[in-house]
Nanobody, 114 residues
Framework: QVQLVESGGGLVQPGGSLRLSCAAS????????MGWYRQAPGKERELVAA?????????ARFVKGRFTISRDTAKNTVYLYLQMNSLKPEDTAVYYC??????WGQGTQVTVSS
């Protein structure tokens, strides 16, 4: 079973940048689509961005032009990244990595505040 581990969250001021990483290990050859989701307090989890194994990307309207999703494979690990620029307070949430629509990481907190 695929294992996902996120990192890179933290506290950043409005207008700042963060880069999230997700390392996928175990049974990686079955991984097709991967994505980043987020969940703010009191709100449902929502898709932020997704990428297929072929590199096709899809972004939520609220992050287009600010966030960039990418992926890479090295040895026995698939790496998923989310470069987040021009961050806004409303981007504050727990960000989750997802593989094939069914495997989740533990989440990493992103807080945008002055």
């Amino acid at each position: 079973q695929v294992q996902l581990v996120e990192s890179g969250g933290g506290l950043v001021q409005p207008g700042g940048s963060l880069r999230l990483s997700c390392a996928a290990s175990r049974s990686i050859f079955g991984i097709n689509a991967m994505g980043w989701y987020r969940q703010a307090p009191g709100k449902e989890r929502e898709l932020v961005a997704a990428i297929t194994s072929g590199g096709s990307t899809n972004y939520a309207r609220f992050v287009k032009g600010r966030f960039t999703i990418s992926r890479d494979t090295a040895k026995n690990t698939v790496y998923l990244y989310l470069q987040m620029n021009s961050l806004k307070p409303e981007d504050t949430a727990v960000y989750y990595c997802n593989a094939n629509g069914r495997t989740w990481g533990q989440g990493t907190q992103v807080t945008v505040s002055s």
